[in-house]
């Protein structure tokens, strides 16, 4: 055996022991990066895990004031349960704007034209740094003078343009996180460049971005309650209007935390199962 052949051994060797070390260590280190809780896994079975003990936290204490304290915890609830159909409505429609907004962001962010890339850019660094409220306040009030907007529809536009921009850098990063060379095949195989972003890319991403949007419908959830503004009767409108009746501020508001607390820690849950199905799968 030649010094070149030995070399070449030794740094294939090498390579295979870092490999093995780096899978070791990415099995105890895992970093998890969510707007939620900390999701159990499937194999963990610490009883005192953090979502665990959030939910049981949440669900016993508001089990407790509901049956135990009826007055006026029980009145409270049934009025503010019944801001969560105007929440959902407002937030899945939400939802389906920013995802197509951002679909087509991402797409911007990435094309070789300068002038998509420009506009696309623009339009991320323009509605990210004006706050929600302003942007809801905006389209319902001074919009509104111009277009026939009622307040569910002008909360699906802020909201969806809002989170658009995020979600545009969400698909950006999936579209970057596809290996160059699926692209590289698909034009080698006849297609051209939309239609491989259309038939190879995109599906691809989807399955890479899932749990970031299950993430961001979480996010934008809780900042529904903003809708309140624009007299959308949510959750926290509901809440608002009992306090203005009853001054019971501190009781109400304890409520309203805790139905939001138990709905955002089940929509986590489901998060996390989703993720780990793709991982499962991948």
Same mark, same amino acid.
């Given at each position: ?13 090498? #390579? +295979? #022991?870092? #490999? ?39 669900? !016993? ?7 135990? +304290? ?25 939802? +389906? ?13 990435? =094309?070789?034209?300068?002038? +998509? ?42 909201? !969806? %343009? ?56 979480? =996010?934008?959830?809780?900042?529904? !309650? ?6 959308? =009767? ?8 009992? %306090? ?39």
């Amino acid at each position: 055996m030649n010094s070149k052949e030995y070399n070449y051994g030794k740094i294939t060797t090498t #390579k +295979i #022991k870092a #490999k093995k070390k780096a899978e070791e260590v990415k099995k105890y280190q895992t970093i998890q990066m969510t707007d939620g809780v900390l999701i159990p896994k499937k194999n963990d079975g610490s009883v005192l895990n953090s979502w665990r003990i959030t939910f049981i936290f949440s669900i !016993s204490l508001l089990f407790f004031l509901v049956v135990f +304290i009826p007055d006026p915890y029980r009145k409270i609830f049934s009025i503010v349960i019944t801001g969560t159909p105007v929440t959902f409505q407002a937030t899945i429609g939400a939802i +389906i704007g920013a995802v197509i907004i951002g679909t087509f962001t991402g797409l911007g962010a990435v =094309s070789k034209h300068k002038w +998509i890339n420009m506009v696309s850019g623009v339009y991320v660094e323009l509605i990210r740094g004006i706050p929600l409220l302003v942007q809801l306040i905006f389209i319902y009030y001074a919009l509104g003078r111009f277009f026939s907007l009622n307040g569910m529809l002008s909360a699906i536009i802020a909201l !969806s %343009i809002c989170f658009g921009a995020y979600m545009g850098e969400i698909v950006r990063a999936g579209i970057q996180a596809i290996p160059k060379g699926q692209m590289e095949a698909a034009i080698a195989l006849g297609l051209n460049r939309a239609q491989a972003f259309r038939y190879v890319i995109l599906p691809q991403t989807l399955k890479v971005i899932l749990p970031a949007i299950g993430n961001e419908f979480i =996010s934008m959830l809780k900042d529904s !309650s903003l809708v309140s503004a624009i007299a959308l =009767s949510d959750i926290l409108k509901r809440g608002k209007e009992y %306090i203005s009746r009853t001054f019971l501020s501190l009781e109400t508001m304890l409520i309203v935390a805790l139905v939001y607390l138990v709905i955002t820690l089940v929509l986590s849950w489901l998060v996390g199962k989703l993720e780990e199905r793709l991982n499962k799968n991948a």
